[in-house]
């Protein structure tokens, strides 16, 4: 795993599709949003979403996310530096609309964690890349 990720205060797993969620059984965004948060020790958001977002509405001009509009979960946002932990095989436009929406909340910047697998044949695991 790359020791040189960007410093963040927050992490959030990119949100998927409910019914990827439901065919593989967990969410791969979040296990890895997890093990990074205890690695980097860096706080996790989970709460932030009302809706996933739907592939099938995804447009350029579009953003498919609903965001919770509690005032304690905005808060939590405003004036940090915010990870998004996501994997590659996701359409640019999902991460531009979720750093959009979190940028409207007020988060500092936004900067996408993005989960590569790089095999390796010697000792027959993955390293994730940023």
């Known amino acids: ?49 009302d809706a996933y977002p739907n592939e099938n509405s995804l ?8 965001i919770n509009s509690k005032q304690e979960i905005i808060r939590s946002i405003r004036n940090l530096r915010v990870g998004v932990v ?3 095989m996701q359409s640019e436009y999902i991460y531009h609309h979720f750093a959009k929406e979190l940028k409207s909340l007020g988060a500092l910047w936004v900067s996408n964690w993005i989960m590569i697998r790089v095999p390796n044949k010697k000792t027959q695991t993955c390293s994730i890349l940023s």
Do not use: Y
Not at 8 to 26: A, C, H, K, M, Y
Not at 31 to 48: F, Q
Not at 59 to 66: G, H, K, L, V
């Open 86 to 88: 996501g994997n590659h």
């Open 1 to 49: 795993m790359s020791k040189e990720f960007l410093p963040v205060d927050l992490l959030i797993p990119l949100p998927e599709p409910l019914d990827t969620t439901q065919q593989r059984g967990f969410q791969s965004n979040l296990e890895i949003a997890k093990l990074l948060s205890k690695r980097k020790n860096v706080p996790l958001l989970l709460s932030l979403l």
């Open 59 to 66: 447009t350029p001009a579009n953003s498919p996310f609903q």
